[in-house]
């Protein structure tokens, strides 16, 4: 089958390399040379008088280079011509000791300032490497956040004197000292090829007129990143990534929205399905898309669930991959802030899992792991392999769950109660999964996971069974999008793929599915897996906890994670239809739709 990337006589772009064309790695980086010196200068000079000095700075330059080619229906609509460049300073200091700093801490009186007023240790650079100039920036910034560090540890310790009791963990953790050179990497891209295949893709919509809105949307960048901090840490680090994003939206008789929506990521053009296999997937999604026009809605079901090949990931990494990472309240002048923040938390992502370490939250025959040192799976690329983590940690195994049992969380370098030192898993805002490996003792065959499913359903009363293949929902990002679209078109929310599995083998697709309870607890009462594992892999947004502790990543990107997991056969979960009211579909049909 061709792929996509055949040659074509058209310019070539290497999208990361020509940002650090000037940098041969080491002593000759400008930038870092730069960094570095500014850091001494600031750790010897920097005191107010009879103030305290910094016992830590931090130091991060990030490079990012992007380019964006959408279409529909075969058309252009958008393309970004020569990449975007971008570069974000980020300063990090800390004032008082390991013990007590001005980390971990909020006043209200920041939301007067915006976004600045949280974000301040983050500033746009220039893109030259100027030696004067990048020096400059970093002192302009330093000399802010180290006024600000003294306001904040100053009402830290007077918010803390308000109250009794409590316990007592540190504010930072010390790790020890990395040194990691990373080469700098490039994709190699030509703007026509990208042009030409996402027409290509979006063109397959063009058959299919009852779908209202369909896209192909190819977003490539590298983020390149310089750290370097007063504990004698320093790493550089690139980060490519492709992504190749196919959304679809269409509408039932009775007004319900129908959408679905796939992601391929990859580190190179290599990692990448050929054009044929993707095509032939939006030719798979658009067919059913058609069919779920007409398809019955559900009954209220309450029984077995099969989450099957990728799914299974999914829906791992979005109910319990944010709660596997520790998160860390932060002190307030205002009580009630702590409160809302907590409640915040919970609502949108999940309680985490700190009190649970100990306690058994899957059944004894899962065990789950995280490491983001595994690079492939099956000749696939793991999209959440790094060597050291944002914080200059050097990255390893941790075994999160055995047998059932939670052992640790994933950290930074901010301590919580149970997990007081960093697993070196801050990427982004926080603490996040890397490379998660889901291993199970109770493994079937395809086909008697199924005959199980049948089963356990027939023991309940049921005439049928449900397979989900797709969950729709995504990362905790795309339910942010989802939350967004329903309240401008009304969106459903309603899962992508779902199907009633009947005894004789057949299927039959359901439309408006959406599931009515799926806690975490549910994920104990898992009967059996399956015996072939699947990759899948999405953005996650991290739990926000370090936008009170610092590190931010300067780039912004949310970071992608990968989940490799057999098929899961849930006990029992809650289905129901999607409620109502939906959109007026429209008046008219699409013209694609006249001969």
């Known amino acids: 089958m061709q792929s996509w990337k055949a040659l074509m006589p058209c310019k070539w772009i290497l999208l990361g390399l020509f940002m650090v064309s000037s940098l041969a790695q080491g002593q000759d980086d400008t930038v870092m040379r730069a ?25 991060r330059a990030q490079d990012m280079v992007q380019q964006e080619i959408s279409a529909t ?43 600045g007023g949280m974000l301040g240790g983050i500033e746009q650079g220039s893109l030259d490497d100027n030696y004067a100039q990048i020096r400059r920036e970093f002192w302009i910034a330093t000399d802010r956040q180290y006024k600000r560090a003294l306001e904040d540890l100053s009402a830290k310790k007077a ?28 994709i190699p891209l030509r703007p026509c090829d990208m042009e030409s295949f996402a027409r290509e893709l979006s063109a397959v919509f063009r058959t299919v007129p009852e779908i209202d809105r369909s896209s192909v949307t190819v977003n490539c960048r590298n983020i390149y990143t310089r750290y370097v901090n007063s504990e004698g840490t320093s790493f550089t ?27 391929v990521y990859g580190h190179s053009v290599a990692d990448l399905s050929s054009k ?6 939006v030719q798979q999604m658009s067919a059913l898309m058609r069919k779920l026009r007409s398809a019955d809605y559900p009954e209220n079901y309450n029984g077995p669930v099969l989450f099957e090949g990728p799914a299974a990931g999914e829906v791992f990494l979005q ?46 025959f899962i065990s789950v792991r995280d490491d983001p040192t595994q690079t492939t799976f099956n000749g696939a690329s793991l999209m959440g392999s790094s060597p050291v983590d944002d914080d200059g940690v050097k990255t390893r195994e941790t075994v ?40 199970s003792e109770k ?45 401008q078109a009304g969106s459903s929310g309603s899962l992508s793929e779902v199907f009633k599995l009947y005894a004789d083998g057949h299927e039959e697709p359901l439309r408006g599915v959406h599931i009515t309870e799926l806690p975490a607890e549910s994920f104990k009462e898992i009967i059996a897996t399956g015996d072939t594992p699947s990759l899948y892999s999405d953005e996650l947004v991290p739990r926000v906890g370090s936008l009170f502790t610092m590190g931010i990543s300067a780039a912004g990107e949310l970071p992608v994670v990968s989940c490799v997991s057999p098929s899961l056969l849930f006990e029992e979960v809650s289905l129901s239809k999607t409620p109502g009211p939906f959109p007026a579909k429209p008046v008219s049909p699409s013209p694609l739709a006249e001969k």
């Open 35 to 59: 960094m570095k010196d500014e850091l001494a200068r600031s750790m010897g000079q920097l005191q107010l008088q009879k103030m305290e000095k910094p016992y830590f700075l931090a130091y």
């Open 73 to 115: 229906l075969g058309s252009l609509t958008t393309s970004s011509g020569d990449p975007f460049r971008n570069r974000m300073l980020g300063v990090e200091l800390r004032v008082g000791d390991y013990t007590l700093d001005n980390s971990n801490f909020f006043s209200l009186q920041r939301l007067r300032g915006g976004a």
């Open 159 to 186: 918010a803390l004197k308000m109250r009794n009791g409590g316990e007592t963990v540190a504010d930072f953790s010390k790790e020890l000292t990395v040194n990691i050179t990373g080469s700098s990497m490039a």
């Open 237 to 263: 680090r690139s980060e490519p990534l492709i992504k190749v994003q196919v959304s679809a939206r269409t509408h039932a008789a009775d007004g319900l929205p129908i959408s679905n929506t796939f992601t």
């Open 276 to 281: 044929g296999d993707l095509l032939k997937r």
């Open 319 to 364: 109910q319990l991959g944010p709660r596997l990472a520790a998160s860390r309240t932060p002190v307030s002048d205002n009580p009630q802030f702590e409160m809302f923040f907590n409640q915040m938390l919970d609502r949108m992502i999940g309680t985490s899992f700190q009190d649970k370490l100990g306690a058994r939250i899957m059944p004894q």
């Open 400 to 439: 999160l769950i055995e047998h059932g049992i939670l052992k640790t969380l994933l950290n930074a370098r901010t301590p919580v109660r149970g997990v007081l030192q960093s697993s070196g898993s801050r990427h982004g805002w926080g603490a996040i999964p890397s490379n998660l490996f889901v291993k």
């Open 443 to 487: 493994t079937l065959p395809e086909d008697e996971l199924r005959k199980e499913l049948l089963r356990r359903a027939k023991e309940r009363g049921l005439d049928y069974a449900i397979v989900i293949r797709r969950v729709g929902g995504g990362s905790e990002a795309s339910f942010m999008e989802m939350a967004r679209e329903m309240a």
